[in-house]
């Protein structure tokens, strides 16, 4: 399968302002692009490229004043599958984890999992270490939130979201993985694109989501406590222990966003250019301003 994938962000700055900024797909799936998802941006300015300290592909410019437009547009092939579901996966001792996993165990700025630990073990204590009690997490969660992108706010922690029961993907995934960090698990904060293949219509705007991975059994696995349902076309591109370690653009500045689209869309031909179709335009969505912390 073919997927056709990318974002474009407008801006209007009153200044020049420096950006680091993360679009592109994760380096480990880099491999199954067509072509480079090279960072383009209007007016040109020069893009310096690094790693961070978990892998992801970031990248440093300055904006100028006035019109910027930075975006990405690439087809990446996929092998069509929902998420894996590996219910046998077993949860690791403590003793016996890799050390490069231990810091997805501790507190972080949006997941508070030293405080909400007495609540984790009320709530899933009793349930089969392993697949399913992430399950049971993921289960709840889905169901104590109530989701609205008018729900939006950037500096909701996951012990708000818990006491507030409402906001978007990134507020589900906050809690889930600040609850299995305290039940000893494990678990990642993900970004990037998830299609809408297979779903039902009608879809909504395109916009980047948010999805956990935990480790189990010797390996990551994808949990998405916001749909709660193995999904096709999700592709990966950073992970951390929050939010905060990988917002899609950091300004340095006034970010005063003005347009904002997302795509990650089945393509089976291209035009006779040579070309995938020309996207329409589509307005602004109402969580803009904050989808740049992921």
């Known amino acids: 399968m073919r997927i056709r994938l990318g974002c474009e962000m407008r801006y209007a700055f009153p200044y020049p302002v420096p950006m680091v ?5 994760h380096p480990t799936r880099a491999g199954a692009l067509e072509a480079p998802d090279t960072l383009r941006t209007e007016p040109p300015v020069p893009v310096d490229l690094y790693r961070d300290g978990f892998g992801n592909l970031c990248a440093r410019l300055s904006a100028p004043a006035g019109s910027f437009t930075i975006g990405t547009d690439a087809v990446i092939d996929d092998d069509g599958r929902p998420d894996p579901v590996h219910p046998e996966a077993k949860q690791h001792a403590i003793e016996d984890l890799p050390a490069e996993t ?16 007495d609540e984790a073990w009320r709530l899933f204590g009793h349930t089969e270490p392993g697949w399913s009690r992430v399950q049971a997490v993921c289960d709840f969660v889905h169901d104590h939130i ?3 992108y008018e729900f939006a706010h950037g500096d909701r922690t996951a012990q708000d979201a818990y006491a507030g029961r ?22 990642r904060y993900c970004t990037g694109y998830v299609s809408f293949i297979g779903e ?21 696995h994808v949990f998405d406590p916001r749909n709660n349902a193995p999904r096709i076309g999700r592709v990966m591109v950073a992970y951390g ?11 340095f500045g006034p970010n005063p966003l003005v347009g904002f689209r997302v795509w990650a869309d089945r393509i089976d ?16 969505p109402p969580q803009s301003m904050t989808t740049r912390m992921g």
């Not at 810091?103 to 700025?109: D, M, Q």
């Not at 222990?241 to 300004?251: F, G, K, N, Q, Y």
């Not at 031909?269 to 602004?284: F, K, T, V």
């Open 200 to 220: 039902p219509e009608p879809h909504p705007a395109g916009d980047f989501a948010a999805w956990m991975e935990v480790y189990l059994g010797g390996r990551w």
């Open 166 to 187: 409402r906001g978007v993907c990134r507020d589900f995934t906050h809690l889930a993985v600040a609850f299995c960090r305290a039940l000893n698990i494990p678990t």
């Open 146 to 148: 109530a989701f609205g």
């Open 102 to 117: 231990i810091v997805f165990l501790l507190p972080s700025r949006y997941c508070e999992s030293d405080l909400l630990a």
């Open 21 to 25: 900024v993360m679009l592109n797909v």
């Open 241 to 251: 222990r929050d939010a905060a370690d990988v917002p899609l653009t950091h300004t």
């Open 269 to 284: 031909h291209l035009d006779a250019s040579g070309d995938a179709p020309i996207l329409p335009e589509e307005p602004l």
